[in-house]
């Protein structure tokens, strides 16, 4: 689970992951029950949604700017440290009686607003204490983390505490979200190459879309997850509707469903090690896009929920194993002193594609009904692969080319 040749200071931050996760997945559930119970507005209710995303697209440039310019421990546990101010503030606000409905919504700015930085600089550590052979594994385990405690244990436990209190998963959240700044205070990395001449942060944004456009691989990976997230939105922005008007499940059936994804993903995290082994990383992404293709057709012309499940847990397979392999390739191709900026852009671009498919997704299912945006994710997600899969070949050996140059 933990090789010993990866170092202690990796162990850390996969302690600190796991932890953080759940308190994210706590947060997960706890969040939108607390949204409720102090508002039935539908705008209102969907505006906290919002604001926690916002601050991707707002602040997602200057959070990659900053992991590439400060240490980046010392921001992980700065951000870690004011997450756990503004819940706290919000656990004291709960206890007193006087949290209102515009208490919450700025507080789930903030929050988003913090996990901005937090997120991104954090995901800069791992190619800095790991190997760049040993980064595929290193991923892996971070990935199960997420899925883990964020997706199946966070939730439940979030909802359980919920039920007991309204103020408790906030409460159990900053323990943990100080537990993991904890963990990864404890972390040894290298300092970052010197930064030469005067820094501006337009500056250093417009040097980190340069680099990305300009590196053949990673500009292409980078449309490709734009693009296949767009797709998906749409399809998943649905679900719901498609799992108890389709299927024929309840709410519990539907939950069912994306369990099963969840179990999938596990599966695919826990033998990560033995495909990295046995199979090129080109094809890995090459034989995950043709699933997550085929999964869009197969619960457009399915109505059996098993069929649909099974389904589930394959696309779930391919979701983790992707999400690994991209992350993995990306982190080797991208120099150290970049790696904030690139990857910043990378999540606005996912962030980014999700929300654009959720828009399209709703018109079309009002059109054409709920298995339209399946037929739309298919069509769309069949022309997009045609057009990136001889790319995939210089995708999967991005590092290499970066080398080269």
């Not at 202690?8 to 997945?25: A, E, K, P």
């Not at 994306?258 to 990295?276: F, K, N, Q, R």
């Amino acid at each position: 689970m933990l090789p010993a040749r990866m170092g202690t200071s990796f162990r850390w931050l996969i302690g600190s992951s796991w932890v953080s996760n759940l308190g994210d997945g706590i947060a997960l559930a706890a969040g939108p029950l607390l949204v409720a119970s102090q508002t039935s507005d539908p705008f209102l209710v969907a505006l906290a949604g919002l604001l926690q995303r916002l601050p991707w697209l707002l602040f997602g440039l200057h959070a990659g700017v900053l992991a590439d310019r400060v240490d980046r421990r010392l921001i992980v546990i700065a951000t870690d440290l004011a997450r756990a101010a503004v819940l706290a503030v919000l656990v004291a606000a709960l206890l007193t009686g006087s949290v209102g409905t515009s208490v919450v919504l700025a507080a789930m700015f903030l929050l988003g607003t913090s996990e901005v930085f937090a997120d991104t600089t954090s995901a800069t550590l791992l190619p800095m204490v790991v190997p760049r052979a040993d980064l595929g594994i290193g991923n892996a385990r971070i990935m199960a983390a997420t899925i883990t405690m964020n997706q199946l244990i966070g939730p439940s436990v979030g909802a359980a505490l919920f039920a007991v209190g309204m103020a408790w998963p906030f409460a159990v959240q900053i323990v943990c979200v100080l537990l993991g700044g904890l963990l990864i205070s404890r972390m040894v990395v290298p300092p970052l190459p010197a930064p030469q001449g005067q820094r501006r942060v337009g500056r250093d944004i417009a040097e980190g879309f340069r680099w990305t456009w300009g590196n053949p691989a990673v500009r292409t990976l980078t449309l490709a997850i734009v693009t296949f997230n767009v797709t998906y939105g749409a399809a998943w922005s649905v679900l719901v509707l498609y799992a108890t008007d389709i299927l024929g499940l309840g709410p519990i059936g539907f939950g069912l469903l994306t369990t099963v994804g969840a179990l999938g993903g596990i599966a695919g995290t826990a033998g990560y090690d033995w495909l990295e082994r046995h199979a090129s990383l080109a094809a890995i992404m090459r034989v995950g896009l043709i699933i997550e293709t085929f999964t869009h057709l197969g619960l457009a012309v399915t109505t059996t929920p098993w069929v649909a499940m099974t389904i589930m847990f394959v696309f779930g397979v391919h979701a983790f194993v992707w999400g690994t392999t991209s992350r993995t390739v990306r982190m080797r191709a991208v120099p150290a002193e970049l790696q904030g900026r690139v990857g910043s852009l990378y999540s606005i671009g996912v962030f980014g594609g999700i929300v654009a498919g959720q828009a399209l997704g709703g018109v079309i299912a009002r059109i054409w009904g709920i298995t339209g945006p399946f037929w739309f994710a298919f069509v769309g997600s069949a022309v997009i692969l045609a057009l990136i899969w001889r790319e995939l070949a210089h995708i999967a050996h991005a590092d290499e080319t970066a080398l080269a140059g």
